[in-house]
């Protein structure tokens, strides 16, 4: 090993170097301020840094445990970029946390390393510290208001991500047992030389293990159980980035672990039963919540059952179309997730409840964060002129390609439920009888900037979606 | 061709909605915000007039075309143009939107949203009629949902929240099915370009499944749009529950883009199909036009009655679409002529009712048929022009809505003589139904128990009077609009039929 291989982890490096000052300038100063700036610095760092290395060629590092290459860039900039943003508009949340301000800001800062690190593994190793990486410190955060809600979640989310690890060391375990080897590369290659008939076994039930356990991080049906519980109970800008970043960290492994099985054996209507089931459960599931977290960790599972019609493609002719497709949509529902938890902070913080009913007649109220989570919603739904709306269509675009029509119908007809529930808030939210004080307190102009950069975004993207498409295909091609 | 400016329809389509964004600065000042809202519908119809007269009737094919690339990677263009088929549907839709803005000067409650969504949705609307790509046609059609939904579910009156949601569920489950119909299209035929496509032989082999699916699925959404049985539920009840404003656009504009659908994507683009399945449009519009003039016998509520009307009158559409079956390339483009024209008339018509029965509601607070009595003592013009909307909807010849219904009826007795003879007897229903809501409200004795009924302001006659004036001149002399339809349907007839 090179020294010089590091600047392909630097910014890792770097997020952990911030946080750590960040951790200690809260011991010796105790500002939160300060330690927030140092946050916001080292992930600005961060992220260009990552920037830098978006030119550079593909390469391996560490002994190929690492794949420096533009899809882990692309996967470190998104999370980086919603780490920015979840802290920058947390401002206003932060009195929650009581003596613990600044370590709400590392601990969350180190979970992100893991995130970042995991669309670069090439190992399982690498991937299954990655994971652990990710949990433990959100373990502890998720606990940091310790209300009795978020105690419950915390060990909820901690019993879970336990035992999801386990299920994903079995299925390592096996598929090293059968090919001799942790790495991708090594793995692919020898499942590509084997025949379908000796070991079929073995491949699938390890395929089905790991599975279990990345499908516990994104909320698959049945590993879904969590999801609600932990949304509802965590803290607002931790369930946030919980529900984007680990997201997306997650599907990129599942994106990575596909590749290397996809042609040993066909997934797709294994895939497709679960996505079908997945969305459904979710949909079905927020129809009657009245907590709006809880609901949105409903939809949360059901957008990782859509985010699987991708996966679902990509046995067939190509898979750069299917991975565009997932990467591309788990991009647009990033903005409409970020915007519509914060704006819910937001509009909590003069109503105190996360109840659905508490936020009638908002809109006069507080009229950024009204608008901006009708978009968010209106996003979610897939309807245009959002960025949702275009996710959707390639999604399904995709689908249609690869003959999937049926899987195709049943996610457009999953959106069409879900449009009950996004309805039903956005018509709440523009009631005219209210119940909130006239002189209810206004958000930060920190978190209005985050809210209608995001809103803002929604909508740009929605409208003129081509560039970022186009780079979605060059991480993809790489 | 006079000289007009190329980007001509882009400006049509999203003027209103720029416009829409000033009101956010001006909110506080109501009288500013209606003064806009006019002045932008108005600028639309003017705009709308002057690019119709522009309009070359003698050349075939879409005019006014603009054509760019917005997202190569999915192969979507910007592309619009107006054709004999969409200039009507886009003359309608400014002509109500400045009716429906100028009645809507007595709206007291949130009035900065409520011009704000009207906007909004008549960019919607122009834009589904004007764009000729299938994802931008799929755009504009969801984007109408947002803006009607809260026109319906703040404004509106009755179980208000309930029919809005269903208007939405009902509209999204079959966009639902043409979002799977379009994609299909398109990954077939390479391009979602409706100009392109139109000379395409879709209708034969190129998709990778039998285009008589694809068909359906694309008409199922304009089916539930249209509406017709067994589609139709949300229409009753959110024309019921919406205010008089959006029920005007509603039966006005809103119901006629399924209309059009139909005749643009499911018999144009596919028209073999459309042949094949000539009997399930004839018999789905039978249906409906019975069906809706039957049930219409038992509602109390003025206003439901009318949305049962128009059920049945949108059945008439359909009839004229199956008669497009016919070999003889004459009868085929009668029909289509014809049931574009109901669309028309229809538009027109059933806005004056609606608008009517708006002005009562307004003075009367019920809309309840058993309390409205001796309405021609207590307010002549108002029954004036209801009761010409009434004659016009139950057919009388000199309105322009017999001029639709004689149409298809001719049209398609030749091809399906028995529907034919079944569809005209519903006539009788209709003329029963609506010579009876006249007896019971308009006329009737005068029971005096209150004075003159306030009267009316200038904003709210002079839409009436326009609607009476379209209605009567159509009637009077339809020449001008048939010249109008011909310019698309006969030369796609000529190339699709008989030879």
Request: net charge neutral; hydrophobic share 55%.
């Amino acid at each position: 090993m090179d020294i010089s291989e590091l600047k392909y982890i630097s910014s890792e490096l770097i997020v952990t170097v911030a946080a750590t000052l960040a951790l200690l300038s809260g011991v010796f100063s105790g500002k939160y301020i300060l330690a927030k700036i140092i946050s916001l610095v080292g992930i600005f760092i961060a992220f260009v840094f990552a920037i830098g290395l978006w030119f550079e060629p593909s390469t391996y590092a560490f002994y190929n445990t690492i794949n420096a290459n533009q899809f882990s860039i692309f996967f470190k900039l998104l999370i980086l970029g919603t780490l920015f943003l979840v802290i920058l508009g947390s401002y206003d949340y932060i009195e929650y946390f009581g003596k613990l301000k600044t370590e709400y800001l590392s601990l969350m800062m180190y979970s992100s390393v893991g995130m970042m690190l995991l669309p670069a593994c090439n190992d399982f190793i690498t991937a299954y510290i990655s994971l652990e990486l990710i949990s433990l410190p959100l373990v502890a955060i998720i606990a940091m208001t310790k209300e009795e809600f978020s105690i419950e979640a915390s060990l909820k989310f901690f019993i879970i991500s336990a035992v999801s690890s386990a299920f994903l060391l079995y299925g390592i375990v096996l598929l090293y047992g059968f090919s001799g080897s942790t790495n991708f590369d090594i793995i692919s290659h020898i499942l590509s030389g084997t025949s379908l008939q000796s070991n079929v076994s073995i491949v699938i039930f390890s395929f089905f293990f790991i599975l279990g356990g990345v499908g516990f991080k994104v909320g698959l049906v049945p590993f879904h159980m969590w999801v609600p519980d932990v949304y509802q109970g965590g803290p607002t800008p931790i369930v946030t980035f919980l529900s984007i970043a680990s997201k997306s960290a997650g599907f990129a492994l599942l994106i990575k672990i596909f590749l290397l099985i996809f042609e040993y054996t066909d997934w797709t209507y294994i895939i497709a039963v679960i996505a079908v089931i997945t969305m459904t459960v979710g949909n079905a599931g927020a129809l009657l919540q009245d907590n709006s977290k809880r609901l949105l960790g409903y939809s949360g599972i059901a957008h990782a059952g859509y985010i699987l019609i991708g996966i679902a493609c990509f046995s067939t002719v190509n898979n750069i179309d299917g991975q565009v497709a997932v990467i591309f949509y788990l991009f647009t529902y990033s903005f409409a997730n970020l915007a519509a938890f914060y704006s819910l902070m937001s509009l909590s913080q003069s109503t105190n409840s996360y109840s659905i009913q508490s936020y009638a007649g908002s809109f006069f109220h507080n009229k950024i964060s009204s608008i901006v989570l009708m978009l968010a919603l209106i996003s979610l739904i897939g309807l245009p002129p959002t960025s949702g709306f275009i996710g959707k269509l390639y999604l399904f675009n995709m689908a249609i390609k690869s003959e999937l029509i049926l899987l195709v119908l049943f996610g457009v007809l999953n959106s069409v439920l879900s449009s009950f529930y996004y309805l039903k808030v956005i018509r709440i939210l523009f009631q005219s009888n209210s119940n909130i004080a006239p002189n209810s307190s206004n958000s930060s102009v920190l978190l209005n900037s985050v809210l209608i950069s995001t809103g803002l975004a929604i909508l740009i993207i929605g409208i003129y979606p081509d560039p970022v498409l186009q780079l979605v295909e060059t991480v993809v091609s790489s | 061709m006079p000289k007009v400016i190329s980007t001509m329809l882009t400006i049509l389509i999203f003027l209103p909605i720029l416009g829409s964004l000033l009101i956010p600065f001006i909110r506080s000042y109501t009288q500013c915000i209606k003064a806009l809202a006019i002045i932008i519908t108005f600028a639309e119809l003017l705009l709308s007039i002057w690019i119709f007269s522009s309009f070359s009737l003698s050349t075939p094919g879409f005019q006014f075309v603009e054509k760019y690339d917005w997202v190569p990677t999915l192969g979507i263009t910007y592309q619009l143009g107006v054709d004999g088929l969409s200039m009507p549907l886009v003359l309608l839709t400014t002509l109500l939107f400045v009716c429906a803005v100028s009645i809507s000067f007595s709206v007291k409650d949130r009035i900065a949203e409520y011009f704000f969504w009207f906007l909004v949705l008549e960019t919607s609307v122009l834009g589904v009629f004007l764009s000729l790509d299938l994802v931008l046609f799929f755009i504009f059609w969801e984007l109408e949902l947002i803006p009607m939904y809260f026109i319906i579910s703040i404004w509106g009156s009755g179980r208000k929240e309930y029919s809005a949601m269903k208007f939405v569920i009902y509209t999204l489950f079959g966009s639902a099915f043409m979002l799977i119909g379009l994609l299909i299209t398109g990954f077939s035929a390479g391009t979602f370009n409706i100009e392109e496509l139109l000379k395409l032989p879709v209708s034969n082999s190129i998709l990778s499944i039998a285009p008589v699916y694809v068909f359906l699925l694309f008409f199922i959404a304009f089916a539930i749009k249209l509406p017709t049985w067994p589609f139709h539920s949300w229409l009753p009840d959110a024309h019921t529950d919406a205010p008089t404003a959006g029920s005007v656009i509603l039966a006005g504009v809103l119901i006629k883009m399924g209309g059009y659908g139909i005749i643009r994507i499911c018999v144009q683009i596919f028209h073999q199909e459309a042949k094949t399945l000539s009997l399930l449009i004839v018999f789905l519009g039978t249906f409906s036009l019975i069906y809706g003039a039957i049930i219409t016998f038992r509602q109390t509520d003025i206003k439901k009655l009318i949305a049962f009307s128009s059920v049945s009158h949108m059945g008439i559409v359909l009839l004229g679409i199956s008669a497009y079956k016919s070999d003889i390339p004459e009868i085929a483009s009668f029909g289509l002529q014809g049931a574009a024209l109901q669309m028309f008339a229809h538009g027109t018509i059933t806005g004056l009712l609606f608008l009517s029965i708006g002005l009562i509601y307004d003075r009367l607070h019920t809309r309840d048929i058993s309390k409205l009595n001796g309405l021609v003592y207590r307010s002549p013009i108002i029954s004036l022009f209801f009761v010409i909307g009434a004659m016009a909807s139950l057919g009388l010849p000199g309105f322009s809505g017999f001029v639709a219904e004689i149409t298809v009826f001719m049209a398609v007795f030749g091809v399906w003589t028995w529907f034919t003879v079944i569809s005209v007897f519903a006539i009788v229903f209709t003329a029963g139904y609506l010579l009876w809501l006249i007896q019971r409200t308009v006329f009737g004795d005068d029971l005096g128990y209150d004075k003159d009924l306030p009267k009316l302001h200038s904003y709210e006659y002079v839409p009436a009077l326009l609607l009476v004036a379209s209605i009567i001149i159509l009637g009077v002399y339809p020449n001008i609009i048939f010249e109008i339809f011909e310019q698309s349907i006969i030369p796609f007839v000529n190339n699709t039929t008989g030879v």
